[in-house]
T-cell receptor, first 112, second 115 residues
Framework: EAQVTQNPRYLITVTGKKLTVTCSQN?????MSWYRQDPGLGLRQIYY???????DKGDVPEGYKVSRKEKRNFPLILESPSPNQTSLYFC???????????FGPGTRLLVL | QQQVKQSPQSLIVQKGGISIINCAYE??????FPWYQQFPGKGPALLIA?????SEKKEGRFTISFNKSAKQFSLHIMDSQPGDSATYFC??????????????FGQGTILTVHP
């Protein structure tokens, strides 16, 4: 089944404790992206990757890191999480930028 | 100029009614306008999309209306059903001649359809 998977689905952590949210897709998509969803603000892009080893900042990259060492995986790293990073995070992929995005199920993060 | 403004933020409709969600944009280079539907606990999924060479696109009970001169597009859900209750996002992207730019999403509309 074609899908985007994210882990974990729910995460509670404390300020400053490094965490990684994994994302994997099995559709051989070149483009992958991370979004955060907050009430009233919609979906805001954090980082994106056009292909392996090619990543760039989105609209709200501060406090986040990403890597794209393999085509299928695009982990999101929070080196030192803060409470304002409490949010619902989505990974998405598509064949190319601007095309139909396939979203993962989301990761709900609470930073205390 | 990259913004897409969506309204209303929330919408309550009775079963059988028409739901209308509006989006406005500034960047006249946008030429791809999709709508995404998100059910609780799920990621958004493409619902329907339009390009500016047509003024309307219909798929079942869902219709996109596009007004290029006003730089607005809207989603109409006819005969709204409780199963349509979800969050809806409009989005826009532009084509540079060789590739598409990123999708810019609206703020989202929470639709509730009462039985």
């Amino acid at each position: 089944e074609a899908q985007v998977t994210q882990n974990p689905r729910y995460l509670i952590t404390v300020t400053g404790k490094k965490l990684t949210v994994t994302c994997s897709q099995n559709m051989n998509h070149e483009y992958m992206s991370w979004y955060r969803q907050d009430p009233g603000l919609g979906l805001r892009q954090i980082y994106y990757s056009m292909n392996v080893e090619v990543t760039d900042k989105g609209d709200v990259p501060e406090g986040y890191k990403v890597s794209r060492k393999e085509k299928r995986n695009f982990p999101l790293i929070l080196e030192s999480p803060s409470p304002n990073q409490t949010s619902l995070y989505f990974c998405a992929s598509s064949f190319y930028q601007g095309q139909t995005q396939y979203f993962g199920p989301g990761t709900r993060l609470l930073v205390l | 100029q990259q913004q897409v403004k969506q309204s209303p933020q929330s919408l309550i409709v009775q079963k059988g009614g028409i739901s209308i969600i509006n989006c406005a944009y500034e960047n006249t280079a946008f030429d791809y306008f999709p709508w995404y539907q998100q059910f609780p606990g799920k990621g958004p999924a493409l619902l329907i999309a339009i390009r500016p060479d047509v003024s309307e696109k219909k798929e079942g009970r869902f219709t996109i209306s596009f007004n290029k001169s006003a730089k607005q597009f809207s989603l109409h859900i006819m005969d709204s059903q409780p199963g349509d209750s979800a969050t809806y996002f409009c989005a826009a992207a532009y084509y540079s001649g060789t590739s598409y730019g990123k999708l810019t999403f609206g703020q989202g509309t929470i639709l509730t359809v009462h039985p």
